[in-house]
Nanobody
Framework: QSHLAESGGGSVPTGGALRLSCAAS????????LAWFRQAPGLGKKREGV????????PLYRMDKGRFTISQDNDKRIMYLQIENLKPEDTATYYC???????????????????WGQGTQVTVSS
């Protein structure tokens, strides 16, 4: 059973902005980091990492740091992804995931993340 639940997706026009949220229920062992991935629609599309943040609030960006901002509220156990200047190619299902080591986290390899949410859909219209 997943400890993660995403929200905040929606349909927006090009140039718009969204803030996605990932709520984490209590873990018996706190993950070392949480990360955002996305998977575009279509056959053969793989999940690709967007950004991650560790339990010390250190961010790591795999994509376009200028448009994506990752943050978290440790008290509320919520991680956020702010996306600015949305483009049609940002259309995807966005997932949050947890990893137990920084090495796993920075790899952005989906197989290194052991807990996944159900995803939230982001659709950007041109």
């Amino acid at each position: 059973q997943s400890h993660l639940a995403e929200s905040g997706g929606g349909s927006v026009p090009t140039g718009g902005a969204l803030r996605l949220s990932c709520a984490a229920s209590e873990y018996s062992v706190t993950p070392y980091c949480l990360a955002w991935f996305r998977q575009a629609p279509g056959l053969g599309k793989k999940r690709e990492g967007v950004a991650a943040i560790d339990k010390y609030d250190t961010p790591l960006y795999r994509m376009d740091k200028g448009r994506f901002t990752i943050s978290q509220d440790n008290d509320k156990r919520i991680m956020y992804l702010q996306i600015e200047n949305l483009k049609p190619e940002d259309t995807a299902t966005y997932y949050c995931a947890a990893a137990n080591t920084w090495v796993h986290c920075r790899s952005f390899a989906p197989e290194n993340f052991g807990d996944w949410g159900q995803g939230t859909q982001v659709t950007v219209s041109s």
